[in-house]
């Protein structure tokens, strides 16, 4: 029998989960546990839970200043790369070959948004969209287990996946990518949704894997400075 504290704790969790997956909170973030019982109007406790499930789970970690998102290493971006292509292009070859017409509706309704947005110029409505179009094939994948794998692999990249729809080339690619998957997806095509899911991450990787370095090399630039100013400080 579940409890009332399970269902706000449950529920905390996954508004926390959809907020990392659509990118709504950056790598200089804190959530903090108080504030958050705050905003639900509970007590700090299914708070707490439903953080440390997220940490559990790989997706935060704890700081003295509250929870953030995990920082990847080029080495962990390259070995979850390994699992996901392990992993995705059999469970999108599952999903083109159970595809139903409500799923593909919604498929393509977020292609389109996608290309929208990308004519706009529109990140925000780039990056719901992006969501929207893979959970909408998830959902098409019988083996549940397997889905919800795929998705936590997914979600490990969120601190570098923003970074990586700013730059021009990159976006080009992954509309192009995204567009054969799409159509191979329509045409439920097994085959060649596998194919293009592993051509897709190859690409997806060395893109993730040059954001990060650019970022470690930024962080590294400003670090000197950051030491001046608080040795100027005291």
């Given at each position: ?58 997706y935060l970690v704890g700081t ?32 083109a070959r159970d595809m139903t017409p409500d ?132």
């Open positions: 029998m579940q409890k009332p504290s399970d269902n706000l704790v449950e529920t905390i969790y996954a508004e926390l989960r959809l907020r990392l997956q659509r990118s709504d909170v950056s790598p200089s973030d804190r959530l903090v546990d108080t504030e958050i019982a705050g905003r639900y109007g509970v007590s700090r406790v299914p708070a707490r839970e439903a953080l440390l499930r997220l940490v559990a789970e790989g003295t200043r509250g929870f953030a998102l995990r920082q990847l290493s080029l080495e962990d971006i390259a070995d979850l790369f390994e699992m996901r292509r392990q992993l995705e292009p059999r469970a999108a070859a599952n999903a799923i593909e509706a919604e498929l393509t309704d977020a292609m389109t948004r996608i290309e929208a947005a990308l004519a706009d110029g529109d990140l925000r409505v780039l990056m719901d969209a992006n969501v929207d179009f893979r959970n909408a094939w998830l959902n098409a994948v019988r083996n549940r287990h397997m889905a919800d794998t795929v998705a936590r692999f997914m979600n490990y990249f969120q601190s570098v996946r923003l970074d990586s729809f700013t730059d021009k080339d990159m976006l080009k690619q992954y509309i192009d990518g995204l567009s054969r998957i799409h159509a191979a997806f329509v045409a439920r095509d097994p085959v060649r949704i596998a194919e293009y899911m592993t051509l897709y991450m190859f690409a997806a990787e060395q893109a993730f894997l040059a954001v990060r370095q650019r970022q470690l090399t930024e962080s590294e630039t400003a670090r000197p400075s950051r030491r001046k100013k608080d040795k100027q400080g005291r």
